[in-house]
């Protein structure tokens, strides 16, 4: 291959049949990892490893270089289905994302690494998501600067701003996107839980007596529905809203039936209360 590099650099790892798992996909957990299999035989692989040394020296930590003799580690190539070299591999969070094969001119690999870059910075923002949405916010910032119409990007930036309990600028973003004329399952999903915020704040027990002394008013019953699922309780709200569709479908109901479906949004796709709820509101309706 290439003669090593004068200065021995962090980002530039020769692995071992012992080391791949390590140096790879457990690595890949952190920063994007590039996979250069080669062989000393190779002379387009010598023609490319000083470029992918010299970029991984110079762009410093922004992603880690692996180079993987595949004479040494050929289950390794194997298990990547290797099938000419030089073979260069980006892996993300675990997963092999894409791939390229033969020796690329630097300008066409520094393309190619800026599309993986915006790949990884994505990734890396949704594992912020729950421990640190401030993080989170920023790299979604940073990537819908780069690509303001990528509904993704602004998609888990209402994501961020819902956890960090910024309803008002959480709004702001599912509004913008709304201008399309449609929203995309997980911006519904947001969408949803600021419908169901709206509800929060009112005295519960007192309408639990104003709803439970008139049974039969649906516009109290929808409003005490409206409050449990503010106040997250979704399975009692959900009772409700079943036992207002059941009585009038097209009227209170339909807007029942509404509250019904921004629970189920919020909720987990495998919750049993979204199965049992779902099979029973179909059934009322039809």
């Keep these: 291959m290439s003669e090593e590099l004068q200065t021995p650099s962090p980002w530039v790892v020769n692995t071992t049949p012992d080391t791949f798992e390590q140096d790879v996909f457990e690595r890949s957990r952190e920063a994007l990892v590039i996979v250069d299999f ?30 993987a003799n595949t004479e040494e580690v ?28 033969g020796a690329l001119p630097e300008a066409q690999i520094r393309g190619w690494l800026d599309q993986l870059f915006t790949i990884s910075t994505f990734v890396e923002a949704k594992r912020f998501e729950e ?3 401030e993080t989170a916010e920023a790299k979604y910032r940073s990537l819908a600067e780069q690509a303001p119409d990528n509904a993704e990007f602004q998609i888990g930036l209402a994501r961020t701003l819902l956890a960090q309990q910024r309803f008002d600028d959480c709004q702001h973003v599912i509004s913008e996107l709304e201008k399309r004329g449609f929203l995309e399952p997980e911006a519904e999903k947001v969408k949803a839980a600021l419908d169901l915020r709206s509800m929060e704040g009112v005295d519960l027990d007192s309408l639990k007596q104003a709803a439970a002394a008139e049974p039969g008013n649906l516009g ?9 699922a503010g106040a997250h309780q979704y ?5 409700a809203c079943l036992a207002i569709v059941e009585q009038d479908r097209k009227g209170v109901g339909d807007a029942a039936r509404q509250v019904m479906i921004d629970i189920f949004r919020v909720l987990r ?7 049992e709820y779902q099979r029973k509101l179909s059934t009322a309706l039809y």
């Design 38 to 67: 080669w062989a000393a035989w190779c002379a387009p692989c010598r023609a490319l490893a000083p470029i992918l040394e010299a970029l991984a020296t110079e762009l410093d930590g922004k992603f880690i270089l692996v180079k």
């Design 74 to 101: 050929p289950e390794a190539a194997a298990k990547f289905n290797v099938q000419g070299i030089p073979a260069v591999y980006a892996v993300i969070d675990g997963e092999v994302v894409d791939f390229f094969t």
């Design 131 to 133: 421990s640190a949405p």
């Design 220 to 228: 109290l019953q929808l409003q005490l529905a409206e409050a449990l």
């Design 235 to 239: 399975e009692a709200a959900l009772q």
């Design 269 to 275: 796709n495998d919750s049993e209360l979204t199965t």
